[in-house]
């Protein structure tokens, strides 16, 4: 299992929980990010992954002073996980969006691969399946969203995730390393399973999103097992939760919400229309924060 792990982007939503999940598990992280990240025990080196030399430096730099003590220089990281992107559309210019997410993502897989890196975990996205961020009304072509998914966004984040996802296949068969594309579900934190009994009565708001969600802590589960999991190439999971978050059966909830939208295979209880059921039966992943359990444990006295 690989030890000193760069990770890009830990700063974020979603980093800041990966991050102390992974550390549990007895990895050494670095994070590199534009912002430094408020962690004891995990150093931050600041940087920008669209620019290929950094990215170079990052991944064969000492994670902090103690590093001089051996007397030998850096060598490169065992793996890479990349989170650093700009995290959705309308934040800045979508021509800059697309740049910064496609070439920050093409310099770390290429320096991780010329450094001998042989194991990148990416983030993919949602957006990728062509409703999140899509003009109008639009239906998915199907459910369960699975990764075999014919793909089709109309907006810069979702485009420059494609993009980043052919990257990847491109040079794990190039250079025949492990580099798995994470298709990340609408990310939640702790604090926000107070929303969720809003989406439960408003099953509109959650369209976008195909019902479904990733809690932050679990996304670092799916981290850590993709990590273990070695010899599979190019891979792309989606990672999400199990469940939908509505409050009746799947088949019957999206007969209601999404009637013409045909399924492919028994959607049975409440499985999430977005489908983690590969990374369930290949990765082994196990949902620890399902939403219900949540919002039952941040519930006032008597509620």
């Known amino acids: 299992m690989p030890t000193r792990i760069l990770f890009t982007g830990g700063t974020g939503k979603a980093g800041r929980h990966v991050l102390p999940w992974l550390l549990e598990q007895g990895y050494q992280i670095l994070n590199f990010d534009q912002q430094p990240f408020a962690h004891p025990a995990i150093p931050s080196l600041i940087g920008d992954v669209t620019d290929s030399g950094q990215v170079f430096n990052a991944m064969t730099s000492h994670f902090s002073q103690e590093g001089l003590i051996a007397g030998n220089a850096p060598g490169p ?67 369960p969203l699975e990764e075999d998914y014919d793909v089709d966004p109309m907006d810069s984040y979702g485009l420059s995730k494609v993009i980043n996802e052919q990257t990847a296949r491109g040079f794990a068969a190039r250079f025949k390393a492990d580099i798995y594309a994470l298709r990340i579900g609408n990310v939640i934190e702790p604090h926000e399973y107070t929303l969720f009994p809003g989406f439960v009565a408003d099953p509109p708001s959650r369209r976008r999103n195909a019902w479904s969600y990733i809690d932050a802590r679990d996304l670092g589960q799916i ?10 190439g190019f891979q792309v999971f989606n990672a999400v939760n199990d469940t939908i978050t509505a409050d009746q059966p799947t088949a019957a909830f999206l007969q209601r919400w999404n009637p013409n939208v045909p399924l492919t295979r028994p959607l049975a209880g409440d499985e999430a229309p977005l ?21 039952k444990a941040i519930a006032p006295p008597g509620d």
Not at 276 to 290: I, P, Q, S
């Open 223 to 232: 981290v850590h097992l993709c990590l273990q999991k070695d010899g599979l």
């Open 77 to 143: 990281v065992d793996a890479v996980v990349h989170f650093a992107a700009i995290p959705r559309i309308l934040i800045k210019a979508d021509n800059e969006t697309f740049r910064v997410n496609v070439m920050g993502t093409y310099n770390v897989i290429e320096a991780a691969m010329k450094l001998g890196i042989r194991k990148v975990v990416i983030a993919s996205s949602e957006t990728t399946y062509g409703v999140c961020f899509a003009e109008g009304e639009k239906d998915f072509h199907h459910f």
């Open 275 to 295: 489908s983690n059921r590969k990374a369930r039966e290949t990765l082994g992943f196990k949902e620890r924060h399902n939403w219900r359990d949540e919002v």
